[in-house]
């Protein structure tokens, strides 16, 4: 049975940082990544990273969010600077096994004064 457990998320004023994690289990997975959906916006895909480590990130995040991954333990991690209101989410880890993508259960980051 494959799981995504995500830790990490909370407040934090603008310009702050956060980490989110995500341990995944029950199979081999090939890209892991984050997505996130904020209120009355459309899901966004944050950022990726594949089996070789290539990685890929929005726009709207180059240069403040770096993605990283444990493949020993199927964690991924999302390291977030230099916070803006407009990160102010529900974010959800995805791991493609197979072409199918397995959810984690979302973690919420608000980014407020």
């Known amino acids: 049975q494959v799981q995504l457990v995500e830790s990490g998320g909370g407040l934090v004023q603008p310009g702050g940082s956060l980490r989110l994690s995500c341990a995944a289990s029950?199979?081999?997975?090939?890209?892991m990544g984050w997505y996130r959906r904020a209120p009355g916006k459309q899901r966004e895909l944050v950022a990726t990273i594949g089996n070789g480590g290539s990685t890929h990130y929005a726009d709207s995040v180059k240069g403040r969010f770096t993605i990283s991954r444990d493949y020993a333990s199927n964690t991924v991690y999302l390291q977030m600077n230099s916070l803006k209101p407009e990160d102010t989410a529900v974010y959800y880890c995805?791991?493609?096994?197979?072409?199918?993508?397995?959810w984690g259960q979302g973690t919420q980051v608000t980014v407020s004064s």
């Open positions: 029950g199979s081999i997975f090939s890209a």
């Open positions: 995805y791991a493609n096994s197979d072409y199918v993508l397995y």
